[in-house]
């Protein structure tokens, strides 16, 4: 029967739709937008599961609004298999830019709709320890991290946020490689080995409640995401603010090397610390007036090194990071053909030491070094590859 009525009000969304797309004020009218969203997630909002159609009421607005974006541009909801999200995604198709606008004012004045907890075969305490790897983007508490792209999943109804995960693994969301955010998350549900771990998973958020302290409320007090969710962690840890400070200050934990060797052992990063993937960095050219494929083009080894170092630190700068917040460090040489093909690892290293190990800049990434056949151009000797975490 709810079939049925789905059928119904998609046409009368897609005779609006007319109306959207030549006076956007339109959808400003309440019975027009009750038809577009109400009729599948609730009339409060609060998401129904006759249709799979989640919680919209407390949503964050950037995060809806990305949602909302994805649909209309096709980069969500079209794979063939990805039923559920066909329902949605023709519902966004028509949406001016205008019109996203007046529903994320529109649903940010509906009243925040307790979760439904319906799951009853998972394990909360298996999920607690399989949570921690979501911690780093959705935060310790589920209450979403902006910077990040990761929305609150706390709050969620669990049933909405089970398919999701299913979706995620399979592949019916975040297959797009546009779909930055959602791809991500793709490849974090398919380390999700199963079923069973999404329901201990959900499980474990179910007990997190909604987020004491809403993205909203940190606008309001004009404070940027991540200060906002470093005041978030603060307020949850209520009146043991310092003993909030003492844990994130040790987020990110280096373990030294047995030896000398300038890299550390292991590095680890602790839940609140957001973690950033970089892509490779290589040199630019050393002598750009020379001829292309010849060797003063892009210089020797350790030329390179410090060309692809220097554009990193500026890079990471651009980001409000900085060389001290690597981790994790992937490096690809290719022999010269200069040393009979051998990689110049001292010609590296020699680069290297100039930005990690130092006195300004002590902090040590774990680092791996290999030799590669080639690198996008010829006599490319150096391409580097970081992930960084930022300390709070
Ligand atoms: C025909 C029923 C239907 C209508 C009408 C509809 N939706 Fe949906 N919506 C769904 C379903 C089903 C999903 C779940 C999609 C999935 O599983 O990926 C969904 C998902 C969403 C999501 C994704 C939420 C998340 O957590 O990722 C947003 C945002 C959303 N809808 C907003 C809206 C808004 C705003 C409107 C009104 C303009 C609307 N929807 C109208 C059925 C509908
Ligand atoms: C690297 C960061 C990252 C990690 C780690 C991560 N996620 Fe996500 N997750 C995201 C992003 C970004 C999105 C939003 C994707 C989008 O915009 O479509 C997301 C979306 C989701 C959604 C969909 C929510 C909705 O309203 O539709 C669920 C559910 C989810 N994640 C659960 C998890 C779980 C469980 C884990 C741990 C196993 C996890 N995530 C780990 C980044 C991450």
Known sequence: MIKKKTGFWLQVALATAVCASTQAAEIDNVEVSDRFCLTCHGTDGQGNIGIDAPRLAGMEPWYLRRQLELFRDGLR?????????????????????????????????WEYQPAEITLTDGDAERGRTL???????????????????????????????????????????????????GSQMRMMAQAIPNEQAMKDLVAYINTLGRPAQSNEENEDMGITSRVGQAAASVALAGSMAMASTQASAQDVIIHPNSGTFPIANAVEVGPEASIIFHSGVTPSPANPNAERGTPAYYGDTETQALSVFTKMKADLEAKGLSMGDVVKMTVFLVGDPALDGQM??????????QFWGTDEQPNLPARSAVQVAGLVAPLMFVEVEVITAKRR
Request: aromatic fraction near 12%; hydrophobic fraction near 30%; proline fraction near 3%.
């Open 77 to 109: 909801g079209t794979h063939p298999e990805d039923l559920t999200g066909q329902e949605m995604q023709p519902m966004a198709e028509i949406l001016s830019d205008e019109s996203i606008d007046d529903i994320v004012d529109w649903v940010g004045t």
């Open 131 to 181: 949570y921690q790897t979501c911690a780093s983007c959705h935060g310790a508490q589920g209450q979403g991290n902006e910077g990040m792209g990761a929305p609150a999943l706390a709050g969620q109804n669990d049933w909405y946020l089970l398919t999701q995960l299913k979706n995620f693994k399979a592949g019916y969301r975040g297959y797009e490689r546009q779909d930055q955010y």
């Open 344 to 353: 110049d690892f001292s010609g590296f290293m020699n680069a290297y030491t």
